[in-house]
């Protein structure tokens, strides 16, 4: 999660989820490095949570699957 709207879109190309502020009350969403949507700041912790538990589920499914 990163504020700057100068650095942040480029970091977040090396992100599984991310999102940069730097909007009014909005900032972008990230997965697998690629701009994603828009999102309100007032959504994002929500959301940015949601959006990691989901990429932990399938990083352990494909672990599970591997075994």
């Known amino acids: ?16 989820v ?8 909005s900032g972008m969403v990230y997965l697998a490095g ?3 949507h828009k999102l309100g700041n007032h959504a994002m912790i929500d959301h940015i949570v949601e959006q990691v538990e989901k990429k932990a589920a399938e990083i352990e ?4 699957a591997a075994e």
């Open 1 to 16: 999660i990163i504020g700057c709207v100068v650095n942040g879109p480029g970091e977040a190309l090396m992100t599984d």
């Open 18 to 25: 991310g999102f940069t502020g730097g909007g009014a009350g």
């Open 34 to 36: 690629k701009q994603s």
């Open 61 to 64: 499914a494909l672990s599970a």
